[in-house]
């Protein structure tokens, strides 16, 4: 496709699906709503560095491998100068994946990377019940900020990309129930 953003030499797409979403902390050559298919997004990994503490972990967003489910999220055409910042960004438990991008506005796919962290890392905390979830997430904080700020800033940052996520609407909702003034 003429005037296709296919990375170039020393450049690269990277799809973000959680905070990359929102909280964009680095350079990008170009950036455009996307998404991946066979993953879906899920609050089940711990958070020692940013929403949370190694004794009091909160609850970030991985994605998980679901057949047929599409996630959307945000693609960015970075310089590879930008993975040093990245890679220490989500260290705690996330490694880089391989993956294929449908950037939406194009049409067209594009090789990239999303930052994934698997079941047995070292801070992933796995399904619980969605009560549960958002128990946690209101009673979390780290060097970042509250877990619930974490939260209702995706939630705000899909709804602004029209990217239903039932997973994490439902949780938003919970979260202002529990921590409502006089609840
Ligand atoms: C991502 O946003 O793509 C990874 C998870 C996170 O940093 O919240």
């Given at each position: 496709?003429?005037?296709?953003?296919?990375?170039?030499?020393?450049?690269?797409?990277?799809?973000?699906?959680?905070?990359?979403?929102?909280?964009?902390?680095?350079?990008?050559?170009?950036?455009?709503?996307?998404?991946?298919?066979?993953?879906?997004?899920?609050?089940?990994?711990?958070?020692?560095?940013?929403?949370?503490?190694?004794a009091a972990p909160g609850r970030v967003v991985t994605l998980v491998p679901?057949?047929?489910?599409?996630?959307?999220?945000?693609?960015?055409?970075?310089?590879?100068?930008?993975?040093?910042?990245?890679?220490?960004?989500?260290?705690?438990?996330?490694?880089?994946?391989?993956?294929?991008?449908?950037?939406?506005?194009?049409?067209?796919?594009?090789?990239?990377?999303?930052?994934?962290?698997?079941?047995?890392?070292?801070?992933?905390?796995?399904?619980?019940?969605?009560?549960?979830?958002?128990?946690?997430?209101?009673?979390?904080?780290?060097?970042?900020?509250?877990?619930?700020?974490?939260?209702?800033?995706?939630?705000?940052?899909?709804?602004?990309?029209?990217?239903?996520?039932?997973?994490?609407?439902?949780?938003?909702?919970?979260?202002?129930?529990?921590?409502?003034?006089?609840?």
């Amino acid at each position: 496709m003429a005037g296709e953003p296919a990375a170039g030499a020393g450049s690269h797409w990277v799809f973000g699906y959680g905070s990359l979403i929102y909280k964009v902390d680095f350079p990008f050559l170009q950036r455009e709503v996307a998404e991946v298919s066979g993953w879906e997004r899920r609050f089940w990994q711990g958070s020692h560095d940013h929403r949370g503490t190694v004794a009091a972990p909160g609850r970030v967003v991985t994605l998980v491998p679901s057949p047929g489910a599409v996630c959307k999220g945000m693609a960015y055409l970075i310089d590879e100068s930008v993975f040093g910042h990245l890679d220490h960004r989500e260290k705690n438990g996330y490694h880089r994946h391989e993956v294929d991008i449908s950037l939406s506005g194009r049409g067209n796919s594009v090789a990239g990377v999303l930052y994934v962290a698997d079941e047995g890392n070292h801070a992933f905390l796995g399904p619980a019940p969605a009560a549960e979830i958002a128990a946690h997430i209101a009673a979390a904080s780290g060097p970042s900020g509250s877990n619930r700020d974490y939260l209702l800033q995706l939630a705000q940052a899909l709804r602004d990309l029209d990217a239903a996520d039932p997973h994490v609407h439902e949780l938003a909702q919970l979260v202002r129930q529990i921590t409502a003034p006089g609840s």
